[in-house]
């Protein structure tokens, strides 16, 4: 009898302990639910918080120490928190600045003239490919990619570019260690604009022919958000037609690095204001867009939009200071701050003014 008592008590307290366990991982399991939707609701509001701040946020002028050299259908971008302005019409030299000082100093000059293009930082380098060389409006497709590198302030040739994939006024991106390089136009401003997408490995060489995008455009810019490759502005120059900026594209095209599939959004979410020769970046809120040159006026454009995938909408943010085509945004950290940066272009459509002003946007 006290056998069977003992055992029963061993079940019972057995049985106990069993259920105390799963109330114990039932009740950690909501606390972790608790706290992930917790967090989940903070993120979100610092999300918004910081979407409504961009809202408010104006273009600042900035006080630079020395100039750049003037110049248009250049390219400028970050590298290791110093901002490049390379290439443009003529041989110029890289101008380097400094955000922390505002002080630009002098680098070395390419090997040939090169513009139309849109540089990437890579590794150690910043990548030039989908450029052109010469004058306007027979440019030439320059046929290597051009490298830069800032440590010793010199440029190489890289890779062959494949003869049947050299264009100018290409649009270039980086993602997972590979390069890629959407649209342009491959005689000059003649003629020749296509859609072409490919993969470039740096390391390697190899040069990779995707499926085009949906929309054929050059003098166009991309930029990646969340794994979805932009295509923003750009146009079909036609100069042999004598449409050399009135055929501007107003689509946003993407591209789905994880599906492998292109889409363009629905029109009434086209780029607000059509311009070619603009500029684009990818921010933590979404895509910002804004200047170029188009053939509704003969000033550059000084409009910048927001382009948020998370509300599928577009917002204005305050205009740049001085209309500007011809050059781009970049960002770099700045007092405790992300900033983004344009400086240079062209004041009116086609070669001039060119510019030596610098503004800048502050990212919440």
């Known amino acids: ?12 307290y057995k049985s106990l302990a069993s259920l105390l366990v799963i109330l114990s991982l039932l009740t950690l399991a909501s606390c972790q639910a608790s706290l992930q939707k917790s967090e989940k609701e903070t993120n979100s509001e610092q999300w918004h918080a910081g979407f409504a701040q961009m809202l408010t946020s104006q273009w600042e002028e900035v006080e630079q120490i020395n100039k750049p050299v003037a110049r248009h259908e250049a390219s400028l ?19 380097v600045f400094n955000p922390i000082t505002a002080t630009w100093k002098l680098g070395a000059k390419p090997p040939i003239e090169v513009h139309h293009f849109q540089a990437v ?11 052109f060389t010469g004058g306007w409006p027979n ?3 320059i046929d290597r990619v051009i490298k830069y590198t800032p440590s010793t302030d010199s440029f190489t040739f890289t890779h062959t570019i494949p003869e049947s994939r050299r264009r100018g006024g290409a649009a270039s991106v980086v993602y997972q260690n590979k390069i890629y390089v959407i649209g342009g136009i491959t005689e000059g401003h003649m003629r020749g604009t ?4 490919d993969a470039y490995d740096p390391r390697t060489g190899k040069w990779t022919r995707l499926a085009d995008a949906p929309n054929a455009r050059d003098h166009l810019q991309a930029a990646v ?11 079909r120059s036609s100069q042999a037609t004598k449409q050399g900026f009135e055929l501007t594209t107003p689509y946003v095209d993407v591209y789905d690095f994880r599906t492998d599939q292109w889409s363009s959004l629905p029109e009434s979410l086209n780029i607000p204001v059509q311009s070619a020769g603009n500029m684009a970046i990818a921010t933590d809120y979404g895509l910002v867009a804004g200047g170029g040159e188009s053939g509704s006026q003969r000033a550059a454009h000084d409009e910048v939009f ?22 781009g945004f970049a960002m770099v950290f700045v007092d405790g701050n992300d900033y983004i940066y344009t400086v240079s272009g062209s004041g009116n459509r086609g070669g001039g003014p060119e510019l030596v002003s610098a503004e800048r946007f502050k990212l919440p």
């Open 77 to 95: 971008v970050a590298h290791d928190n110093i901002l490049y302005l390379l290439g443009g019409r003529r041989v110029n030299p890289t101008n």
């Open 121 to 131: 930082s890579f590794d150690d380098g910043i990548y030039i490919l989908g450029a």
């Open 139 to 141: 440019e030439i497709p």
């Open 225 to 235: 958000y969340d794994h979805k490759l932009y295509l923003l502005g750009g146009r």
């Open 1 to 12: 009898m006290l056998a069977k008592l003992t055992q029963s008590r061993r079940i019972y």
């Open 306 to 327: 927001l382009f948020s995938p998370e509300k599928q909408s577009w917002t204005q943010l305050g205009n740049l200071n001085r209309g500007r085509h011809g050059t």
């Open 194 to 197: 296509n859609a072409w997408f």
